[in-house]
């Protein structure tokens, strides 16, 4: 391991030992980081190891190590080490414990890994509180606790079909913030008796604990945890005004004469629409990343007539090359740009589907393989001016369930970083978007099935996968949507409608599609995508499926009036859009937000209770309808100040008293949406 001396010239060459403390301590290496406002990076190496960085951090922080000592502070905030490297951490303004270790472990390797790697685990007492952050998962709660999930399966699309995510953050009302900087596959419990997180293949024990900068009682402390996790992860990128309306998308607009078609219908109908979506197989074979010529004749004349619309245009690009059938298949495997199985030593199948020799996956950890991808994008979208990218099958898709062991990436093995590779991918794409497009952020767009920490700062936003058209997923949907916002996700987005099973035959589904529309005009990106029942034969160009725009939705006229209503409403509101998306970019705090989070000194806003509504900034709140033929619905408006007052937007009717109402439904274009104005205005 490093001796002191080498670790305190190091500090001294990069002038940062006096925000930083490396503590040799028995068997193990501690080292104690200050890292932002009021937080500490813990990291501690086994016995014979040493001090360095992850594969792929969360942090923005450097790897370099400090000097010695077992106890560090940093502003608010305590942390000291044992000589088992088992941590303590307190916030010193009231002397409250924030985290009380109990036990790290090193042990051998379960599912292999490069020479020096090692499995590790830490755990702290537990105790219950409420606990937000975490990623996107449909469990139907906002509150986290009690939590426990294995990553593998969060990126497993048969068990979570793109909609459960895992991001290593998550923020606790005894007032501090964690992120476990591993990018491993492992674990993590959270209950009343132990927190524990494990990481299944690393170097190092690494994780970051923040606090406030004073007593959290009180206060808005949540705002100011998101504000420094973003500072230490990453900051969004700003959202381009042309995406912040209406996107339409189905799968699939199978040829060029479609998507104008439909867009032109929107123009029509005085409809407003800001992005077309062109998904899957608009491509000859897999991995051939450009449009097949004989559905998309003319690239540069759709994109051209969409623009003179005012619309512009999304595609999808997924990460797969056709084995022996791409153009770019001998290109890549030549190179070494694609994944090797580690039973056979060489690229084999990871995802299959309508290429009967397999689709290999590409290696975006190889920085040539990432620039060879990016350059193929640029020569078969970017060049015609597109410059949004919806990045499908973003976990990645494999299939077979992936625990570790099985496949080797250039900077390692599957069991090291897999959980980050959305990371590395999305990164790559940022980069050729502000290179070879010229692109500055705030003029580009990327949408992924995807997220971990920091992935927002390379411009990503994060839809909620291939979930059902059932109410539901509706219901789930409003508090996944918060649970994304409170993990760090600047910009999230759900199907309209559902992904799967929507028959918009169907009575049913008609009234659904009408509610989804109400709550998706309130989300930071509003999207509608489905693959719906019905549609023509398959041609040349293959299948189109059923149809998904509002007109073919909406069979009934107040339906469509229903669905146009909040549609218009949008299209309003999207100067007060971007203004929420540029707190967002600043602070970390969230476009659409918890009511605990708006209002942080309501009691009731502090309970599950509220959790089936939301704040869209500080000035609008919406309690979606999730139940189909409801004719009345609770919603709980908080007191304002006096100078302030509740406004019913459809009927501008102020409130005359606050706290839990009952709703009357009288109609399919009524639901509680509610926005503050002062009482003078």
Not at 107 to 133: C, D, E, I, M, Q
Not at 384 to 394: L, R, S, T, V
């Amino acid at each position: 391991s490093y001796s002191f001396c080498t670790l305190l010239r190091e500090d001294m060459l990069k002038g940062l030992i006096a925000l930083s403390a490396l503590c040799t301590c028995g068997a193990v290496v501690v080292d104690l980081k200050a890292v932002g406002r009021d937080g500490i990076r813990v990291r501690v190496a086994p016995n014979g190891g040493h001090i360095t960085g992850p594969l792929i951090g969360a942090l923005l922080d450097d790897d370099v190590a400090g000097g010695e000592a077992n106890m560090l502070e940093n502003g608010n905030i305590r942390v000291t080490a044992d000589s088992n490297g088992v941590v303590t951490v307190v916030r010193k303004s009231d002397g409250a414990t924030l985290l009380e270790g109990t036990g790290v472990q090193f042990s051998a390797l379960t599912n292999g890994s490069r020479p020096g790697n090692t499995k590790v685990s830490v755990a702290f007492k537990g105790y219950t509180h409420r606990v937000y952050g975490l990623g996107e998962h449909k469990n139907f709660r906002l509150n986290q606790f009690p939590y426990g999930k294995v990553f593998a399966d969060s990126l497993f699309y048969g068990d979570s079909q793109g909609g459960d995510v895992s991001i290593p953050w998550y923020c606790s009302d005894r007032g501090y913030g964690f992120v476990w900087n591993s990018p491993s596959l492992g674990t993590v419990n959270i209950t009343e008796t132990e927190i524990r997180w494990v990481a299944d293949s690393t170097r190092n024990l690494d994780f970051w604990v923040v606090t406030t900068a004073g007593n959290p009682a009180g206060t808005p402390y949540f705002g100011e945890l998101l504000h420094k996790y973003v500072d230490a992860v990453g900051h969004a990128i700003p959202l381009p005004f042309w995406a912040s309306g209406f996107i339409q998308s189905k799968d699939r607009y199978r040829n060029q004469t479609q998507v104008l078609e439909v867009a032109r219908e929107y123009i029509t109908r005085g409809l407003p629409i800001s992005m077309m979506v062109i998904d899957w197989f608009h491509w000859p074979q897999m991995g051939d990343w450009h449009f097949n010529p004989a559905c998309f004749p003319d690239p540069q004349q759709m994109v051209d007539d969409l623009r003179g619309m005012g619309i512009e245009l999304m595609v999808t690009l997924w990460p797969y090359v056709g084995m022996n059938v791409s153009t770019n298949w001998q290109q890549y495997l030549t190179n070494g740009y694609l994944v090797n199985s580690t039973a056979t030593g060489k690229p084999e199948n990871f995802w299959e589907y309508n290429t009967p020799t397999g689709n290999p996956l590409v290696d975006p950890t190889n920085p040539a393989a990432m620039d060879a991808t990016a350059a193929h994008w640029f020569d078969g979208y970017g060049k015609y001016g597109i410059k949004a990218i919806w990045m499908d099958q973003a976990e990645p898709d494999a299939t077979k369930y992936i625990s570790g062991g099985q496949w080797n990436f250039h900077a390692g093995l599957d069991s090291e970083m897999l959980p980050a590779w959305v990371k590395y991918w999305s990164s790559g794409f940022r980069k050729v978007l502000e290179g070879a497009a010229g692109r500055k952020p705030g003029d580009f767009f990327i949408l992924s099935r995807n997220a971990w920490a920091g992935t927002w700062s390379n411009g990503a936003a994060l839809w909620s996968g291939d979930i059902e058209s059932t109410w539901d997923e509706l219901t789930d949907a409003v508090t996944v949507g918060q649970g994304a916002m409170m993990s760090g996700v600047a910009l999230w987005t759900t199907d309209i409608g559902g992904y799967v099973n929507g028959n918009p035959e169907d009575p049913d589904f008609q009234q659904l599609i009408v509610r989804w529309f109400q709550f998706g005009a309130f989300c930071p990106i509003f999207r509608t995508h489905g693959h719906r029942e019905g549609g023509p034969p398959e041609d040349q160009c293959w299948k189109t499926n059923g149809d998904n725009e509002v007109w073919n939705l909406a069979k009934d006229k107040t339906h469509y009036d229903a669905i146009a209503a909040v549609m218009m409403l949008r299209e309003d509101l999207r100067d007060y859009v971007m203004r929420l998306n540029n707190e967002t970019v600043h602070t970390g705090i969230p476009m659409m937000r918890p009511m605990f989070l708006q209002f942080p000194n309501d009691a009731v806003c502090q309970t599950g209770d509220v959790e089936r509504q939301f704040m869209f900034g500080p000035d609008w709140l919406i309690s979606p309808i999730t139940s189909s033929n409801a004719t009345s619905w609770k919603v709980y408006l908080p007191p304002l100040p006096d100078a302030d007052e509740w406004v019913y937007w459809w009927s501008q009717t102020p409130r005359t008293t606050t706290g839990w109402i009952t709703f009357p439904i009288s109609s399919i274009a009524d639901f509680p949406l509610y926005y503050r104005r002062p009482k003078d205005a």
